[in-house]
């Protein structure tokens, strides 16, 4: 069964704007970490966070964890056309070296 | 370096038939897994290895077998295909044998067709 659950499922906003996709799950984790795929392709990794960091920084990705809500969030500033991709959350069952679960997505469309 | 590499990238099969989907990494990756994506499920585990002759299951292991006899390989075998297991499927490394705790390179995926 799915470990985390994404929120929204679509997010539809213009270029320049601020998207901000968030991310639930269930057991307490180790790790998280969000993962980007563009249509057709395989998934590419944006960014870790360990379960004793509250904010992470990459470039225009910055990304909260909140281990007593069970949550994350994922903001991407000033949005680009590009950036035009599904967006998925994956994090660990709870202990150290076991599989990646991933959550359904969020579908993020940028307009210019 | 060519990363994970898979193949075939498309493949239409009849129910009742096998194949081998290939995945290759030249990275030195520990860890490798299999998953299948499916419209609205996210990306579900199949089968996941921390080494040389060590595999387990994942999520949704039924009709599904793999084995890992190098570090570079790891093949997926449908033993008898079914409709459903129409799906994408996306082969995965990454370092060590935590595959939580250190970021996962993927394959371009296999896009299966069973009819």
């Known amino acids: 069964s799915q470990q985390g659950e994404e929120d929204p499922q679509a997010l539809s906003i213009q270029e320049g704007e601020n998207a901000t996709m968030n991310c639930s799950y269930k057991?307490?984790?180790?790790?998280l970490q969000w993962y980007r795929q563009n249509s057709g392709r395989g998934l590419v990794h944006l960014i870790l966070?360990?379960?004793?960091?509250r904010e992470k920084h990459s470039g225009r990705l910055r990304v909260t964890l909140d281990t007593s809500k069970k949550s994350s969030s994922l903001l991407i500033t000033a949005s680009r056309a590009a950036d035009t991709a599904s967006y998925f959350c994956?994090?660990?069952?709870?202990?150290?070296?076991?599989?990646?679960?991933f959550g359904k997505g969020t579908t993020l469309s940028v307009s210019s | 370096n060519a990363g994970v590499t898979q193949t075939p990238k498309f493949q239409v099969l009849k129910t009742g038939q096998s194949m081998t989907l290939q995945c290759a990494q030249d990275?030195?990756?520990?860890?490798m897994s299999w998953y299948r994506q499916d419209p609205g499920m996210g990306l579900r585990l199949i089968h996941y290895?921390?080494?040389?002759?060590?595999?387990d299951q994942g999520e949704v292991p039924n009709g599904y077998n793999v084995s890992r006899s190098t570090t570079e390989d790891f093949p997926l075998r449908l033993l008898s295909a079914a409709p459903s297991q129409t799906s994408v499927y996306f082969c995965?490394?990454?370092?060590?044998?935590?595959?939580?705790?250190?970021?996962?390179?993927f394959g371009p995926g296999t896009r299966l067709t069973v009819t």
């Open positions: 995965a490394s990454s370092y060590f044998s935590g595959g939580a705790d250190y970021e996962q390179y």
């Open positions: 057991t307490s984790i180790n790790n």
């Open positions: 966070i360990r379960s004793n960091e």
């Open positions: 994956a994090t660990d069952a709870g202990q150290a070296g076991t599989a990646l679960i």
């Open positions: 990275m030195n990756h520990e860890y």
């Open positions: 290895s921390v080494g040389a002759g060590i595999t």
